[in-house]
């Protein structure tokens, strides 16, 4: 499996980012997907997840109300819609994949998944 993330940059605080990471060597609709980030000094957290049929979400709650993760199967694609963000939102954003057998499950916590794209700097200034 393959994990290719792009979207990433330099924006103001206010401002509007969408992420894009597609999935390549495997059936995309056999994995639930997630959004996770890290910022310097600090563990790996969860920013949202998805399951395999797109209908169940899960938004950590310090990106309720301004982040949406969303899926095109048909496209073997992930995306994360960033607005209203915060110099606290500045990290490496990781897009990341885990198959199961399960349609409507999403995986909420970075021990879940088992791969991992190569992130994306996501820089919020003040």
């Known amino acids: 499996v393959q994990l290719q993330a792009s979207g990433g940059g330099l924006v103001q605080a206010g401002g509007s980012l969408r992420l894009s990471c597609t999935l390549s060597?495997?059936?995309?609709?056999?994995?639930?997907m997630g959004w996770l980030r890290q910022a310097p000094g600090k563990e790996r957290e969860i920013v949202a997840a998805?399951?395999?049929?797109?209908?169940?979400?899960y938004h950590t709650d310090s990106v309720k109300g301004r982040f949406t993760i969303s899926r095109n199967n048909a496209k073997n694609e992930v995306y994360l819609q960033m607005s209203s963000l915060k110099p606290e939102d500045t990290a490496t954003y990781y897009c990341?994949?885990?198959?199961?057998?399960?349609?409507?499950?999403?995986?909420?916590?970075?021990?879940?998944?088992?791969?991992w794209g190569q992130g994306t700097q996501v820089t919020v200034s003040s």
């Open positions: 990341a994949a885990k198959r199961t057998t399960v349609v409507t499950s999403f995986y909420p916590g970075p021990s879940y998944y088992d791969n």
């Open positions: 998805i399951s395999r049929n797109g209908y169940n979400t």
């Open positions: 060597g495997r059936t995309f609709s056999g994995y639930a």
